[in-house]
């Protein structure tokens, strides 16, 4: 198999791996979670207002577990589908890479096994802890994972050398056919579609640094201190305070999912209007999947942005947008499964 | 291949590089004492408070907002760079459909890259430097981002 094909199908894979996890992880794990941390953070105020310091250290101590088990996670959903997202554009970058064959090949398989083992390695660092660890901070999970990204950045650097091997004429001939671009409906829908939502993500980045991001902060900030002064003096219930600080930890959260989401499948979207070629599917179920992919590229972010105000509806229709794009992710997959490898053969590259 | 497309497709890998490279460096020589540090002056605040020290416990809060403040900047630099080279790169591969003169396009694509740099450069000069500078420079880099952007889907439109 061709650096090209291992490239496309890693990355499609990975980023169905990483949707997947993410969705696992918003029905599963995040509400459930965060529930666990607003009960410990009462239990704070009591023992605050108990005069305990032992029982506070206790409670941030299982705090601290808790936020590194969702930060873990969130991480690990994140890097893995970006890991994808770079394997696909190296897979379209190939035949600009002035390195042999069996070179390329190796780095794609690099590539593929940095962009699994980074993903695992953060997912495994709240469960390893120090565990036989060496280092005062850092586990063996996050040496795995730090290792898999070095691999990541070396195989980065060698193809941004090949590309310009390639410019300098050091290897001219290249053994990978170049992704043909035919100007089909498939491909101008999700170009423009994509650039459209990347668009839209980029607008609303803008609004929430200019009108939340520093409220925000000077928020959480008065809240926490709003909730030790109720504590100590007990002139109002610091319970208010806690279920405060619980809202804008969901409101800052939503907004962030929303901005990032909508992004990261405005990528997603350019980039498999290039890997069209590779995807062996009728007419007809290409753009039934390439429709379903961007409509719940739009309700995804749209819904989870729309939590803050219709509640845990809207969370479910955003985990079905997020289970939209996985299905067509993964139909889009099979479609390059069964690409009888046409371009390869006829560029003559080794199956 | 056109100046453009190469701009793109080198600015972007060297971006994605320059973005992996900081992430690597974060998680192994930073995040973790961050973290240590912005979870123990939690505490302290508490802590302090539950002994009536309300002084100490106010500066215990204010070192956590500190420290809050410059975590999550680091974290957004790492995402933005590696998330706008992956844009760059993908871009670059179609940037030959974005229909304006090549001389246009170059200019599209070099306020692509320095947009894509300079904005989460000036990001983390906000946890380095006081002064009005890194936001000017932050707002400065997402606004070519997101002009060169919209000028890019422009010309994917002209195009069909």
Known sequence: ?????????????????????????AVFVLHQNGNRTGALLMAAVRDLKAQDANSIRADFRQIGGNLEDRGTKVDTHVHMTDAGYLALLLALVQPLVGLSQQTKTLLAKLFIAGGTLLPLGIFLIHYVGLTYSPFPVIGWASILADCAGLVL?????????????????????????????????????????????????????????????????????????????????????????????????AERAVKIAAHSHIIEFGVLAILLSFVQPYVFLSERWRRRWIIVLLAGSLILPVFVRLELNLGLVAGGIADIGGLMVIISLIAILVGVVRHSGNMDTASGAQL | M???????????????????????????????????????ALTEAFVKAAERHMP??????????????????QVDVHSHWIGLAMLLIALGMAFDRVSFAERTRLWIATALLIGSAVFPLGVLLQTLVEGPLPSALAIIGSTLVIGALALTAVGFARSD
């Not at chain 1, 198999?1 to 969705?23: Q, T």
């Not at chain 2, 590089?17 to 192994?28: E, P, R, S, V």
């Open chain 2, 2 to 40: 056109s100046q453009a497309r190469k701009l793109l497709i080198f600015g972007g890998l060297a971006l994605a590089c320059l973005g992996m490279a900081y992430g690597l460096y974060y998680a192994l020589f930073v995040e973790h004492q961050t973290l240590d540090g912005m979870g123990g």
């Open chain 1, 1 to 25: 198999m061709s650096a090209s094909r291992w490239l496309v199908f890693g990355g499609i894979a990975l980023i169905a791996g990483g949707m997947l996890f993410g969705d696992i992880f």
């Open chain 1, 153 to 249: 950045i070396i195989v980065v650097v060698v193809e941004l050398w090949g590309i310009y091997v390639h410019f300098c004429g050091g290897r001219k001939q290249n053994t990978e056919s170049d992704l043909p671009h035919p100007p089909s409906w498939a491909t101008r829908i999700l170009l423009s579609g994509g650039t459209v939502l990347v668009l839209l993500g980029f607008a609303y980045g803008v609004w929430y640094s200019a009108f939340d991001l520093y409220r925000h902060e000077a928020r959480e900030t008065a809240i926490l201190s709003t909730m030790l002064d109720a504590t100590v003096t007990s002139q109002s219930d610091p319970m208010i305070s806690v279920a405060d600080y619980g809202g804008l930890a």
């Open chain 2, 56 to 73: 100490k416990s106010n500066a215990a809060l204010d070192a956590y907002s500190r420290t809050k403040y410059i975590y999550v900047r």
